[in-house]
T-cell receptor, first 115, second 116 residues
Framework: EDKVVQSPLSLVVHEGDTVTLNCSYE??????LLWYKQEKKAPTFLFML????IEKKSGRLSSILDKKELFSILNITATQTGDSAVYLC???????????????FGQGTTLQVKP | DGGITQSPKYLFRKEGQNVTLSCEQN?????MYWYRQDPGQGLRLIYY???????QKGDIAEGYSVSREKKESFPLTVTSAQKNPTAFYLC???????????????FGDGTRLSIL
């Protein structure tokens, strides 16, 4: 059965700290791994990773994928209170020869950044 | 601006009632999805549709039904057969790609359904 597991499930840090969120997966015919940030409402897209070892960066956020060990990490440096959110990891499998766009989500990591 | 609109934001249902959640997108996306999110859990796929007049069951389709008569619209009906419907429901859309990379899904703001 395909599954995505995130850790830790929750995390409390202080402003300025660096955090690392983990996502491991077991998916048949892996296509891509995506990270989303959810603040109460709609998840907003952060990164899509398809190749191993290539870091993607956006400001203080970065992410990398290891397709051999089947995991990804999301790093946030110099955290701010605005980073408080649920971070979701999702993996998209290939279904035969078609790309259905289906995603399998992890449980999410709830990050709280204290002033 | 293009986006996905879900309505209503909050919905209350009496036991035994069917209710329909609306999802409309003007992104010209072919694919649309419905997810359910419970507290402390990730998103679970209810139904998805890759093209008009076609849809497939996701992982937790029991007690739900959908239709896809128009590209822009993908309403979800929560039937009385769904015994635990209280949850946060998210609709998403994407442009399925013929390439391996695919496309990220864009989400609406969700509908929070509660049982009276």
């Amino acid at each position: 059965e395909d599954k995505v597991v995130q850790s830790p499930l929750s995390l409390v840090v202080h402003e300025g700290d660096t955090v690392t969120l983990n996502c491991s997966y077991e998916v048949t015919n892996f296509r891509s791994l995506l990270w989303y940030k959810q603040e109460k409402k709609a998840p907003t897209f952060l990164f899509m990773l398809t190749s191993s070892g290539i870091e993607k960066k956006s400001g203080r956020l970065s992410s990398i994928l290891d397709k051999k060990e089947l995991f990804s990490i999301l790093n946030i440096t110099a955290t701010q209170t605005g980073d408080s959110a649920v971070y979701l990891c999702a993996v998209g499998p290939l279904m035969g020869s078609s790309n259905t766009g289906k995603l399998i989500f992890g449980q999410g990591t709830t990050l709280q950044v204290k002033p | 601006d293009g986006g996905i609109t879900q309505s209503p934001k909050y919905l209350f249902r009496k036991e035994g009632q069917n209710v329909t959640l609306s999802c409309e997108q003007n992104l010209n996306h072919d694919a649309m999805y419905w997810y359910r999110q419970d507290p402390g859990q990730g998103l679970r796929l209810i139904y998805y549709s890759q093209i008009v007049n076609d849809f497939q069951k996701g992982d937790i389709a029991e007690g739900y039904s959908v239709s896809r008569e128009k590209k822009e619209s993908f309403p979800l009906t929560v039937t009385s057969a769904q015994k635990n419907p209280t949850a946060f429901y998210l609709c998403a859309s994407s442009r399925p790609s013929g390439t391996v990379d695919g496309r990220p899904q864009h989400f609406g703001d969700g509908t929070r359904l509660s049982i009276l």
